[in-house]
């Protein structure tokens, strides 16, 4: 019986722990957009990244961008514009608003920007707090239903 409970406490554990791998999209907008493909980052990080974007397309076409976004912003049609008006493959409209929100320039769309930037406080030895308390959560969970368990099976033999 307790060979049955660790192993699937293992079990449980093994499929919280698999990593996951997904290719990046290509972006015919920045042919070098770096892959970030294991969010959450750093906050400098980002604006690093996306300073090169800013760099890449330069100032005048950035600033005649932002002005559309403003635009958008104040017509209330910001996730329209971020998502709809690219041509397909090409994320124009995100790059530029994503460079400007990591700026402090635009604001969160659906809570969705903000959880791509780490926030240091919220971090334990690289990991996600609340992944850690949930998997320490579950060992204890699953330590105290074994002892439960074996404590039953004393009681009735």
């Given at each position: 019986m307790l060979i049955a409970a660790a192993v699937l406490i293992l079990h449980l554990a093994g499929i919280i722990l698999q990593?996951?791998?997904a290719a990046c999209v290509q972006d015919s907008d920045w042919p070098e957009k770096p892959c970030l493909d294991e969010p959450p980052y750093a906050k400098q990080d980002l604006k690093a990244a996306?300073?090169?974007y800013y760099e890449y397309k330069g100032q005048a076409w950035m600033e005649i961008k932002k002005a559309e976004?403003?635009?958008a912003i104040k017509?209330?049609?910001l996730n329209e514009w971020i998502e709809y008006r690219s041509a397909p493959d090409n994320f124009a409209n995100y790059n530029v608003?994503?460079?400007y929100f990591l700026n402090d320039q635009a604001p969160d769309i659906n809570d969705f920007s903000n959880s791509l930037i780490r926030e240091p406080?919220?971090?334990w030895f690289g990991l996600p707090l609340g992944w850690v308390l949930a998997t320490a959560g579950i060992a204890v969970a699953g330590t105290a239903a074994i002892i439960f368990v074996l404590k039953k099976a004393k009681l009735a033999n």
């Amino acid at each position: 019986m307790l060979i049955a409970a660790a192993v699937l406490i293992l079990h449980l554990a093994g499929i919280i722990l698999q990593p996951a791998y997904a290719a990046c999209v290509q972006d015919s907008d920045w042919p070098e957009k770096p892959c970030l493909d294991e969010p959450p980052y750093a906050k400098q990080d980002l604006k690093a990244a996306w300073q090169g974007y800013y760099e890449y397309k330069g100032q005048a076409w950035m600033e005649i961008k932002k002005a559309e976004m403003d635009q958008a912003i104040k017509d209330g049609t910001l996730n329209e514009w971020i998502e709809y008006r690219s041509a397909p493959d090409n994320f124009a409209n995100y790059n530029v608003y994503f460079y400007y929100f990591l700026n402090d320039q635009a604001p969160d769309i659906n809570d969705f920007s903000n959880s791509l930037i780490r926030e240091p406080a919220a971090y334990w030895f690289g990991l996600p707090l609340g992944w850690v308390l949930a998997t320490a959560g579950i060992a204890v969970a699953g330590t105290a239903a074994i002892i439960f368990v074996l404590k039953k099976a004393k009681l009735a033999n």
